[in-house]
């Protein structure tokens, strides 16, 4: 089993700053892309960010120059540096991660979401 815990968000002005993280534990091998997304109310679930393990990132284009994804191998945890934000950046903010199990399978894991709220 794998388990991935976001953390980090909250209530926040427009214009302020968020940093999320996501720590993934269990039975992990080791773990290729990782990511985030966001769904806002009466939306669909969109990609924010992704990295790969050696570091390579992709931004949705709304995000671009306001988010960072990061992640630290060793902890098995990425975060989201989140700037400058817009209230249509509330949304529930979930972590996600494509694992090698320690049985060697390739699943894609969810962490359960962390609430983002910007407020005018």
């Known amino acids: 089993q794998v388990q991935l815990v976001e953390s980090g968000g909250g209530l926040v002005q427009a214009g302020g700053s968020l940093r999320l993280s996501c720590a993934a534990s269990?039975?992990?091998?080791?773990?290729?892309?990782m990511g985030w997304y966001r769904q806002a109310p009466g939306k669909q679930r969109e990609l924010v960010a992704a990295?790969?393990?050696?570091?390579?990132?992709n931004y949705a284009d709304s995000m671009k120059g306001r988010f960072t994804i990061s992640r630290d191998n060793a902890k098995n945890t990425v975060y989201l540096r989140m700037i400058s934000l817009k209230p249509e950046d509330t949304a529930v903010y979930y972590c996600?991660?494509?694992?090698?199990?320690?049985?060697?399978?390739?699943?894609?894991?969810w962490g359960r979401g962390t609430q983002v709220t910007v407020s005018s």
């Open positions: 996600n991660a494509q694992v090698v199990t320690t049985n060697f399978d390739v699943d894609n894991y």
């Open positions: 990295i790969t393990s050696g570091g390579s990132t």
């Open positions: 269990g039975s992990i091998f080791s773990i290729n892309a």
